[in-house]
């Protein structure tokens, strides 16, 4: 029987490179999404223990007033503080009312979670998204775009306003947020796109330390990071409207931007919460979605 002859030894060299290359490249890519996955669980870890520090407190909250209603029938409604100055007699009812106006008492189902780190500014949540999360503010204003809720390094980083944004008197204040690929954080916002997911999350919820509020939103549109001296219109610069024409100016370019017609109106007066995450279809693109205060 005739024998095959021998391969070339360059060419069985060449075939050895390339399956160690082949190898190293599955190697490699087994433990890229190696540490995905687990950069993934561990967010996930921290985000469902911080919601359960809130969603726990809340629950203690329910159960006492209740407890207190069904053994007193007094209502747990009144200013903080009352309850005190009545059985002390130390203050009266004008002036504990007074102290409770300049100061208001902060959310009980935040306390905890402020303790940890007083950089947090509020919760976002809308209902039927992943989006559930606090929102911190830092005076550097990137110091949580790569750090989790405790300054860890962090993929994910945190929901964040700037530092110049006023939470009690502002105009308008935006949240921003990466657009992950596993749809946390702000990963969810593509579905705006969609008019008709839209119509079914219409609402957004965002508490600040002290109150909860309900915004609805108003426009959705795609936009950008421009240069300086750029003459557009730059959604990401507005945070108060001193006047009827600031106001105008804003709200005119976001309804002209708005990839569908919401049909809320707002006037001279109303203030806006703004969503902002990363974009694709230009370079530093950006999506954004803008909502009213309804509540």
Not at 21 to 46: D, K, N, P
Not at 73 to 85: I, K, M, N, W, Y
């Amino acid at each position: 029987m005739r024998k095959l002859p021998n391969k070339n030894p360059m060419e069985n060299k060449k075939i050895r490179t390339i399956r160690i290359l082949a190898a190293s490249v599955f190697v490699v890519c087994m433990i890229l999404t190696g540490w995905e996955y687990g950069q993934s669980l561990r967010h996930r870890a921290q985000q469902d223990s911080l919601k359960e520090m809130t969603d726990e407190t809340a629950v203690k909250d329910q159960m006492e007033s209740g407890s207190v209603l069904k053994d007193t029938g007094v209502a747990t409604l009144s200013d903080p503080g009352t309850e005190h100055a009545r059985d002390s007699g130390e203050q009266d009812e004008g002036t504990t009312k007074n102290t409770a106006a300049q100061e208001p008492a902060m959310l009980d189902r935040y306390v905890e979670l402020y303790a940890e780190n007083n950089d947090l500014a509020g919760w976002l949540s809308i209902a039927g998204m992943k989006i559930d999360y606090p929102v911190m503010q830092n005076e550097d204003d990137e110091y949580y775009l790569h750090r989790d809720f405790y300054g860890n390094d962090s993929k994910y980083g945190c929901l964040y306003v700037r530092a110049r944004a006023d939470l009690d008197t502002g105009t308008n204040f935006i949240v921003y947020g990466h657009n992950m690929k596993d749809g946390a954080m702000f990963g969810d916002l593509d579905s705006y796109l969609e008019k008709s997911f839209y119509e079914k999350h219409s609402l957004i919820s965002f508490h600040t330390l002290y109150e909860e509020r309900v915004y609805e939103i108003i426009a959705v549109f795609r936009s950008q990071v421009y240069n300086t001296d750029d003459d557009v219109f730059k959604y990401y610069q507005f945070y108060e409207a001193d006047t009827q024409e600031d106001f105008d100016s804003f709200y005119n370019n976001i309804k002209e931007l708005s990839l569908y017609d919401t049909g809320v109106e707002a006037r001279f007066g109303d203030t806006f919460l703004t969503l902002s995450t990363c974009a694709y279809h230009v370079k530093d693109g950006r999506l954004v979605v803008v909502a009213k205060r309804v509540a």
